[in-house]
């Protein structure tokens, strides 16, 4: 497994050891995705979730996590979803670079309750791995170049530790130049 420097002061197993700290539809998407085996998970206080904390909590760089956002907009009647995911020191460029891509008039943030019964993931800790299928997984370019990161694992309890590159690797992978934007 590879040797994470991100964990700051946290201990990583490997995810296929603990499955009891992801989410059901990340341990089904796992069972079959190459190079799962060598993500890393840690065990968090629910309540340092949110990336702030966690990242002051557990001496763990802000700039390796990565946010993911579900995405929804409609076109002719007919929904369409995405996740995006981008670095935690920029924010998602949900009405251009989203919105292009779903091919919408305008493109939103999902609900918490709506986020949760789509993915089957905790708000808070929902993530590109095992989303539902056919969700296009739009990957800033820094996030696809990043050789270690912190994503959620479906749960509030875990963090995932992945590399850029198996992101861009997932089904339905897209990376896009320019997704992430300065945070202001």
Do not use: Q
């Not at 990376?175 to 992430?180: A, D, K, Y």
Request: glycine content about 10%; charged content about 20%; aromatic content about 4%.
């Amino acid at each position: 497994m590879t040797s994470w420097t991100i964990a700051g002061s946290l201990t990583v197993e490997r995810v296929d050891e603990r499955p009891d700290l992801i989410a059901e539809p990340v341990s089904a998407a796992l069972r079959w995705l190459r190079g799962g085996s060598d993500i890393g998970v840690v065990e968090i206080d629910p309540d340092l979730a949110d990336t702030a904390e966690f990242c002051a909590a557990y001496s763990s760089p802000l700039e390796a996590s990565a946010n993911c956002v579900v995405v929804a907009g409609k076109r002719s009647g007919e929904t369409r979803y995405a996740a995006a995911l981008v670095l935690a020191t920029t924010r998602a460029d949900v009405n251009t670079a989203i919105r292009r891509r779903l091919d919408v008039r305008k493109a939103s943030f999902l609900g918490s309750e709506e986020a949760v019964e789509l993915t089957g993931m905790a708000y808070g800790g929902i993530t590109p791995i095992g989303l539902p299928e056919g969700w296009p997984v739009l990957l800033d370019s820094a996030v696809a170049g990043a050789a270690e990161l912190v994503v959620g694992s479906g749960l509030r309890g875990s963090k995932l530790l992945v590399t850029g590159e198996f992101l861009a690797g997932l089904p339905n992978a897209e990376v896009i130049e320019g997704l992430g934007k300065p945070a202001s």
